[in-house]
Structures are given as structure tokens and as C-alpha cells.
């Protein structure tokens, strides 16, 4: 089977990593001419963190770990409000946990395909037309391709989605915030403090942490706004300078100290919501069909899990019509789920009010304690996808055979 994968992030990279495990041959595309440095950081556990371990890749993970010890809410004096521990969520994750920088997980999975998939670079798709017998594309180079079956693994703004499903406007969430990050030299002593410092303000947060290089912060915005905005790249300091007038704690000096030609991070918090995620011979994987936000902190997660079981699925099912639909059978009751915490959370997050500011962070004090475990864990997303105890439920429902190879997809269903 000759399958294309449209995107080489996290979802498309994992999925091709699979699949040549499986011998089936796959093809990556990815618009970027290089491997991308989106420059900002993730928590990586359950069910990412499980895949990973499937592909013996926790090792070089590790290695490049962000050195993180504590989350910390601060106030317009840099005065610690409250505090979460990284030995906390360790805990929570019987060890399962991990500070990565976006860039360095799509490294170490790019490392995993060395050699032995094709990943054809800047190249995107212009046009699919789907046949009885193959799915033929257009790259923006002009050429055409036939290939039996094509996975938009593209990410959230996915165009393969777009060509083959509809325009995105059908499918997102909007969650009522706009984020943006960028990295800077750190003169705050943010980075060697190995912590992860927040501010917020009514309908608005200034944040930084340390990244695996020591004399570097990354810093992230996130603020309220009505409308979904689509800020163009040259507009986005200013437009930042903007919304963060009069700030306090650190922010003015984070917008005042960036180099003025810094590309800067931004977008609108949205969910991706699908009826269904297949059509024909086209299906999708990761943000593309389930992006959960950030907020959730399951996004990459579900990339990695989304893949591992689309692989697993084309592997054992009669065709790829039963394939998909097994796949997809295997996540969408976890995704709502996922989903559904990441808007109730979304909801709460950054206060309008400064009565609602002070609620929130008088429930921190009391939350972020390991006395509240059960909570956090629910929180901070640390179920997986893949639970062992939860394969012969799975089995059952779907009325199919487990997998084989002694490493079977296994579903956990909430
Ligand atoms: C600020 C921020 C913080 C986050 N924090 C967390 C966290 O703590 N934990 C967590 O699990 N998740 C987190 N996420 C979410 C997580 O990063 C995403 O859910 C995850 O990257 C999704 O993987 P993906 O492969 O589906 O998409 P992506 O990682 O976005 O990859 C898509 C790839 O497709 C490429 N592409 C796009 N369009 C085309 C095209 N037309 N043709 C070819 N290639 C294309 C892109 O260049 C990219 O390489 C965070 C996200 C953000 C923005």
C-alpha cells in the first residue's frame, strides 16, 4: 500500500514511523523547507508519553528535556501567589512526565524515520481527486501523484481538510483567546531559576520559562478577545505592544527587549470538531481532525496516539474503509472527552473580572497540592489512550481482533 502523509508535525511523523514498522510504504510531505522551530514548549505525558515509550524514544526525549522544577503564579512584584512542583506532576504520572520543547519531539521523531521513509520538504498539496482505484494529487511543483490512500496530517488549519471536507470555518471552536509566544535572551533570571513563571490581569496572562538552553527564555501571551483575529507576521509586536499596554510584572520589558524582526507565534485558541474524520480514501490524524487547544494539554497526545492506532488499524483490517472506521470508533468518545475538559477549562482560565482574578487565584493556593491528586491528575490530562487493563473493553465494543505483534492498540474509553 503507497500512502501519502500531509504534514511532517507530530501526528504525520509518528503515523509514518508506524505504518514502516508495518511495511506499509509511506510518503511525507511537509509545506516547511526545514524541520520547523515553532518555539514553544509542551507537557508531554500519558498517552504521548506511552507511544513513545512503544518506539523507544523516551531516552533521547529525556535527554533533552526542559530542566523545569516548579510552575509559579506570580503577582505584579514577581511575588510567588502559588506554586505547582514538576515533582508533583512526576508523581501524579508515577514518573510519566516531561518538559519538551514542540521542536525537539518533531526532531527526535524525524530521527526515528532516518533513512527509511521519504520526507519530501517544502512541498504541499494543491489539488486531490479521489478514483476507484487511488487518490491522485497535485503538489504546488506542479507534478501529480497517484497513491492509494492520503492521511491530512497538516495540523490544525489543515488545507488536506480543507480540499477534502470543507472550509475550516465548519469545523472550529473558537475558544475566546489568542495566544503568542517568542523566545528572548534571558536577563530576568527566569531560565536558570528553571521555572515556569505566570502574571495574569483581568482577561489577560504574561508568562516565561526556561527552555533546555540556559541563557534563553521563551516568553507566551494570552489574552480575551470577542472575535477570532487573524494577525498578519509583520503585525504581531505591535499588535501585542497593543493588548499588553500597561501590564505589569515583566511584561513591558519582554515587549520592549525583543528584536524587532523575532517572528512571533500567534494564533487563535480553536477546537476542531468533525462528524467524521474519513472520507474515500482520505482520512486525518492529530490537530487536523481533533485539536483539543492547548488548554487541554492533550494535543500532542492525541497526534501521537491518533497515529499509532490509524497504523495499526490499516494494518489489520480487511481494507481501508474498515480501517478508518476502527480508528476512528478507537478515539471519538476519548477526543470528546478531552475536548469537553479543554472548553470547561478554557472557560475559567484568564478572569474578566478582578473579583473573578481573585477567586482564581485563592483556589490555587489550595488546588496545586498533592492533597488534591485526583483533581490534578484529571486536569493535567494524564490518562492515556493506550490502557492496557481497557483492551479486552475495547475488543468488545468494536467486535474486532485485538492486534497482533505483542504491542496492540489499546483503548482506554472514559
Ligand atoms: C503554545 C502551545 C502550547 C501547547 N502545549 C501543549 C502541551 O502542553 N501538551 C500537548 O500535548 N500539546 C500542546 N500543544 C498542542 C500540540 O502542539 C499540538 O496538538 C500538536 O503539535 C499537534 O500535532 P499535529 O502533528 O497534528 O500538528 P502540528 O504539530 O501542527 O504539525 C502539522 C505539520 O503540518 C505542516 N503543514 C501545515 N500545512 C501543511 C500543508 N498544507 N502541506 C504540508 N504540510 C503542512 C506543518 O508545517 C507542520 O509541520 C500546544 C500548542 C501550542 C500552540
Not at 480553536?270 to 482520512?283: D, K, S, Y
Amino acid at each position: 500500500m503507497h500512502v501519502l502523509i500531509s504534514g511532517g508535525g507530530i501526528a504525520g511523523l509518528t503515523l509514518a514511523y508506524w505504518l514502516h514498522h508495518y511495511d506499509i510504504q509511506p510518503v511525507v510531505i511537509e509545506q516547511a523547507q526545514s524541520l520547523r522551530r515553532d518555539g514553544y514548549a509542551i507537557d508531554f505525558l500519558g498517552t504521548g508519553y506511552d507511544v513513545a515509550e512503544r518506539m523507544n524514544l523516551i531516552e533521547r526525549l529525556a535527554a533533552q528535556q526542559i530542566p523545569f522544577e516548579a510552575l509559579l503564579y506570580v503577582n505584579s512584584d514577581g511575588k510567588q501567589i502559588a506554586r505547582l512542583d514538576a515533582a508533583l506532576m512526576r508523581t501524579l504520572t508515577e514518573g510519566k512526565y516531561m518538559g519538551l520543547m514542540h521542536e525537539t519531539l518533531e526532531e527526535v521523531l524525524y530521527e526515528a524515520l532516518a533513512g527509511q521513509v521519504e520526507v519530501r520538504f517544502g512541498r504541499s498539496l494543491v489539488s486531490v481527486e479521489q478514483g476507484p482505484d487511488g487518490v491522485v494529487v497535485t503538489f504546488n511543483d506542479g507534478t501529480s501523484e497517484s497513491f492509494d490512500l492520503l492521511i491530512g496530517a497538516d495540523g490544525v488549519h489543515s488545507s488536506t481538510r480543507a480540499l477534502v471536507f470543507g472550509p475550516e470555518e465548519q469545523f472550529s471552536r473558537y475558544l475566546g483567546y489568542t495566544i503568542a509566544c517568542y523566545p528572548l535572551a534571558d536577563h530576568y533570571g527566569i531560565g536558570s531559576s528553571h521555572t515556569f513563571q505566570m502574571y495574569n490581569e483581568p482577561g489577560r496572562m504574561a508568562a516565561a520559562y526556561c527552555t533546555p538552553r540556559e541563557d534563553e527564555i521563551l516568553t507566551f501571551f494570552m489574552y480575551q478577545s470577542a472575535r477570532q483575529e487573524r494577525v498578519p507576521r509583520e503585525q504581531r509586536l505591535a499588535h501585542l505592544r497593543e493588548k499588553f499596554a500597561g501590564m505589569g510584572w515583566l511584561t513591558q520589558q519582554f515587549l520592549a527587549d525583543v528584536n524587532p524582526a523575532q517572528k512571533v507565534f500567534m494564533d487563535a485558541v480553536i477546537q476542531i470538531q468533525m462528524p467524521t474524520w474519513h472520507r474515500g480514501r482520505v482520512a486525518l490524524v492529530g490537530d487536523a481532525c481533533d485539536c483539543p487547544t492547548l488548554l487541554s494539554g492533550q494535543g500532542a497526545s492525541l497526534a501521537m496516539g491518533g497515529a499509532y492506532l490509524l497504523a495499526g488499524a490499516l494494518h489489520d483490517s480487511a481494507d481501508y474503509q474498515e480501517a478508518f472506521r476502527r480508528y476512528e470508533q478507537q478515539m471519538f468518545a476519548f477526543v470528546q472527552t478531552q475536548q469537553k475538559s479543554g472548553r470547561s477549562f478554557a472557560r475559567s482560565f484568564l478572569p474578566a473580572t478582578p473579583l473573578g482574578l481573585f477567586a482564581q487565584q485563592t483556589l490555587m493556593k489550595v488546588l496545586l497540592r498533592p492533597l488534591f491528586r485526583g483533581l490534578l491528575r484529571r486536569q493535567f490530562g494524564v490518562e492515556s489512550l493506550l490502557s492496557p487493563q481497557k483492551q479486552d473493553v475495547q475488543r468488545d465494543k468494536s467486535g474486532t481482533a485485538p492486534h497482533d505483534n505483542g504491542t496492540p492498540p489499546q483503548l482506554y474509553i472514559s
